[in-house]
């Protein structure tokens, strides 16, 4: 018997001039990056809340909070890995991941193959097991509006 589990994440960031833009473990060349106490990356913090909500094991400010030095800027990179190590010490894997990232600017089509590649190698998966997709607002809201990003993450994981 296989035993499955579905986890969702959403996370959002507000934008600002002249900080480093992180997403999906790139860097994007933009001027502008994610207010936030670690390096910011929206996407990965979204998969991280995804498979630890799969397993009923909380969310990431539980886990990596927002008010210690420790996590003052770290690689979200390091989040993802620690996240997912907890969803193998339950004895579960990603079976596969999907995550939308709302955006205005700037357009990141050409950064998704190695997002994927990037999620992938820290996930342990390969890289048809992660989807990234993009999206606008149509200028609507706060990401029209271009004063931040926000992201969507499912995953499936299972145990066999």
Known sequence: MTDFRIGNGYDVHLLADGLPFHLGGVLIDYNRGC????????????????????????????????????????????????????????????????????????????????????????????PDRVSVKATTTEGAGFVGREEGIAAYATVLVGRV
């Open 35 to 126: 207010v936030a106490h670690s390096d910011g990356d929206v996407l990965i913090h979204a998969l991280c809340d995804a498979l630890l909500g799969s397993l009923s094991l909380g969310d990431i400010g539980r886990h990596f909070p927002d008010n210690t030095e420790e996590f003052a800027g770290i690689d979200s990179r390091v989040l993802l890995d620690r996240s997912y190590k907890m969803v193998i010490d339950k004895g579960f894997h990603l079976v596969n991941a999907d995550c939308t990232v709302l955006l205005q600017k700037p357009k990141i089509a050409g950064y998704i193959p190695d997002m994927r590649k990037a999620l992938a190698s820290v996930l342990s998966v390969q």
